[in-house]
């Protein structure tokens, strides 16, 4: 008999202590450890991911370190999410709503960054930051970066801020992935002069070393043909032999389609590169060039090629060596096509200029208005 108050006294304290626990959703049921298991799954909306980001921020109340692992979370599983669906889905830019800025060189942050992909991490980061203030996701979206999944696209100003803060902090590992991205943009665009302002941030904030000092030297090789230099004038050779240089045409705009025997993308470009220079051929101060890079020894496969591809009404210049050209090395020719606008003052417009049926014609329009 006496026992039986100490039993039901147990057993109501389990009960309650088990209540408790199913209502407990204060500060101290989040840490580390159970923040990440909250996030641990793949989501197949946005709004799922929003509605755990919000279920976990109410939960974790003042926990100011648990708030800021909520949000990187939040920014991995969106950047994620939009990276897997390329951007398409309606719903991406509900996820903009909800990103908030953070500290790129703080300790929990560069953790995060660490433990996942730093570099992702961050373009997750600035895409969120850029739709929140209304770009669309394609201007959003990373255009430093070479992706299996997207077209390369030229650089913009939303690539411009985050390059300047990400070499703003005091993130080194941060500082080692953004100059290694650094390469692909200089061979994919070259530099311009919004790119070239990175430089001071980079001179100023990243440690010394081999790779600081390989991209610092790839602003002083590119500079040489930025929008506004002048262009440089490497002797070629016309496919009878006759030399000639950019020099020679100046007082006309120069539109020049590089090439080779052996690719694909430039023989398939040439089509609307010859109807865009048919628009053009009562124009007295445009010229149309195609300049081949191919091998001395593939002479005769390059004048094959213009034969069967109707170019002989265009001036068709040679490269005539057995390795690297003067023109490839001034021109900084590491991909092709590559087409290059010369104004009429034989001033660079563009040694990156876009294809013929991709906003050529719009850029010889703009020069011949001027």
């Not at 801020?161 to 943009?185: D, G």
């Not at 120069?254 to 694909?264: E, F, G, H, K, R």
Request: glycine letters at 4%; aromatic letters at 12%.
């Amino acid at each position: 008999m006496k026992k039986f108050p100490i039993f039901s006294w147990f057993i109501s304290a389990m009960l309650l202590f088990s209540c408790s626990s199913t209502r407990l959703t204060a500060q101290s049921e989040i840490n580390d450890t159970t923040i990440d298991t909250l996030w641990q799954k793949e989501f197949c909306t946005a709004r799922e991911i929003i509605e755990n980001y919000c279920r976990i921020k109410e939960t974790a109340g003042n926990n100011a370190a648990i708030q800021l692992k909520n949000q990187c979370n939040f920014i991995w599983q969106s950047g994620e999410y939009m990276f897997r669906c390329k951007g398409k889905n309606a719903d991406i830019k509900e996820l903009a709503q909800y990103s908030q800025k953070i500290e790129l060189d703080n300790g929990i942050v560069e953790e995060f960054m660490i433990e996942r992909d730093t570099a992702r991490f961050v373009d997750h980061y600035f895409t969120l930051e850029a739709m929140k203030r209304g770009d669309s996701f394609e201007d959003s979206r990373d255009g430093i970066t070479i992706t299996v999944f997207y077209h390369p696209r030229k650089m913009n100003g939303n690539d411009y801020e985050k390059l300047k803060e990400v070499f703003s902090c005091n993130n080194e590992a941060l500082h080692i992935a953004y100059m290694k991205k650094l390469k692909f943009p200089f061979r994919n665009s070259g530099c311009d002069e919004d790119f070239y302002a990175i430089r001071p941030y980079i001179e100023k904030n990243v440690k010394e070393s081999k790779l600081k000092s390989e991209i610092i030297a790839l602003f002083d090789l590119y500079r040489n043909i930025m929008p506004g230099e002048k262009a440089p004038t490497p002797v070629l050779k016309d496919i009878n032999g006759n030399e000639h240089t950019f020099a020679e045409f100046k007082g006309k705009i120069l539109v020049i389609d590089v090439w080779a025997t052996w690719c694909s993308s430039c023989l398939k470009g040439f089509e609307a590169y010859k109807q865009l220079s048919e628009k053009y051929k009562e124009q007295p101060d445009i010229a149309f060039i195609t300049v081949s890079v191919d091998r001395k020894d593939a002479f005769e496969s390059v004048k094959a090629v213009i034969e069967r591809r109707g170019l002989k009404g265009l001036l068709n210049l040679v490269t005539d060596c057995e390795a690297e050209s003067q023109f490839e090395s001034d021109y900084h020719i590491s991909g092709i096509p590559r087409y290059i606008i010369i104004d009429k003052e034989g001033k660079i417009v563009t040694a990156y200029a876009p294809s013929a049926n991709t906003g050529m014609e719009e850029m010889i329009n703009n020069l011949l208005d001027q």
